[in-house]
């Protein structure tokens, strides 16, 4: 942990994000702490602020302890208390050496692409169960942000991150079906986060019991801050045959809506379309709907599948070219209210990627997987001059 949190420091950056594992501090889900689990995270808060680096804490990024899915997972509403539990043993841990804290990573992706698309873990196809988790999340999201506010007051700083893309019809027929993938995808639980309502017109309103819906409407929904995950937009139709290169996914049951990537359009080595003008409209849309919440860019990042070259350098330029121009549009004074209040770079490490494995390298730190040799990339170098400059360009 030392070697890693000195090259986070010399990296010269004021903050850092990271997830805190809930089966390493509660293997079952629930009953006693573990340990060590604890300590391990408390020596990482340490560490950081030894540094000056400001610690930045996302409570749940999906890994639900295999006994709790066993039990029927996050459709499941004692999963709720379950979580709520979780999160209090690692705030009264961790306390107020933490300076921002993230409730729930991509809800959305945890409950539609985990048990509605099956794309994510646990693989389940039942959009009924899926509903059941988003809403199971949102619940667990608002009580989380009760809970941290009873047990260190006004003062600490509570968010959560949420993966938002713009949606482009790839045909001007496909239009309505994008505003509903919109509005079914992403509105749905930024609005359910900010507001504490479910668009009408969201699959979600219809699937749910009135009951349900009325009891979000209740629910604590104080936050601070939203978090703004980033990578690309979306583009979706119902003809996937009308492009050279589609990626057929299907998004859901409503409207059979395809993701497609047009022919011809600039991406990423895992297929992500690059339009950092996309950022700046998520930013936009975020503040059109909550006003006077302070934004950040939670993740925004670059996936190739780097490598040594033999004067043991990793050169991604592509990497650098795609972080100064969204770091450009993040920092945008043009942005409706300013830019965002910070950008957190996805990620700080080469790591295990859910869909992808080991085949994609995000890190602007190489990571050697045989012997875990760090080795800073270019990216990193990069990143280096720009976190002390405040100054965004190429090399």
């Known amino acids: 942990m030392e070697a890693d949190l000195n090259i986070l420091a010399d990296l010269g950056v004021d903050a850092y994000r990271f997830s805190v594992s809930w089966p390493r501090v509660l293997p079952e889900g629930r009953g006693n702490a573990n340990p060590r689990g604890l300590e391990y995270y408390k020596h990482l808060v340490y560490g950081l602020r030894q540094r000056a680096i400001m610690p930045v804490v996302t409570l749940y990024h999906w890994d639900l302890p295999l006994a709790l899915e066993a039990a029927g997972g996050w459709p499941e509403r004692k999963t709720v208390g379950y979580f709520v539990d979780y ?25 539609m692409d985990g048990y509605g698309t099956g794309t994510r873990a ?73 507001t504490g309502a479910y668009p009408q017109r969201s699959w979600l309103t219809k699937m749910l019991e009135e009951s349900s819906v009325r009891e979000l409407e209740t629910a604590d929904r104080g936050l601070d801050f939203v978090g703004i995950n980033y990578y690309g937009p979306l583009f979706v139709t119902r003809q996937p045959d009308t492009v050279a290169h589609c990626a057929s996914k299907r998004l859901g ?6 993701q497609v990537v047009p022919a011809g359009m600039e991406c990423s080595a895992m297929g992500t379309v690059i ?22 860019v939670t993740e925004c990042g670059y996936a190739t599948p780097d490598y040594v070259d033999p004067e043991g350098r990793v050169r991604d330029d592509d990497r650098c070219d795609y972080l100064s121009r969204h770091l450009r549009a993040a920092a945008s004074c043009d942005v409706p209210g300013g830019p965002a209040g910070g950008f957190f770079v996805w990620s700080l490490f080469d790591n295990f990627e859910w869909t992808e494995g080991y ?17 800073p990339k270019q990216s990193a170098r990069w990143l280096a001059r720009v976190a002390r400059t405040r100054w965004v360009g190429n090399e």
């Open 275 to 296: 339009d950092s003008g996309g950022l700046t409209e998520v930013i936009a849309q975020v503040r059109s709907y909550g006003a006077g919440l302070q934004l950040f």
């Open 87 to 111: 999160v209090r043993t690692v705030v009264e841990a961790l306390g107020d050496g933490v300076g921002m804290w993230i409730t729930i990573n991509q809800p959305q992706s945890c409950a």
């Open 122 to 194: 646990p693989g389940l196809t039942d959009l009924h169960l899926a509903a059941s988790a988003a809403h199971n999340l949102m619940i667990g999201h608002a009580l989380a942000v009760s809970e941290i506010r009873r047990s260190l007051g006004g003062a600490a700083r509570v968010g959560i991150s949420l993966n938002l893309r713009p949606v482009r019809p790839l045909l001007p027929s496909d239009g309505p079906l994008a505003r509903q993938v919109a509005c079914d995808r992403y509105e749905t639980f930024l609005l359910a986060s900010i």
């Open 359 to 375: 085949s994609q390298r995000f890190g602007v730190v190489y990571v050697d997987f045989e012997t875990q040799r760090r080795v």
């Open 253 to 258: 049951e409503y409207g059979r809506a395809v």
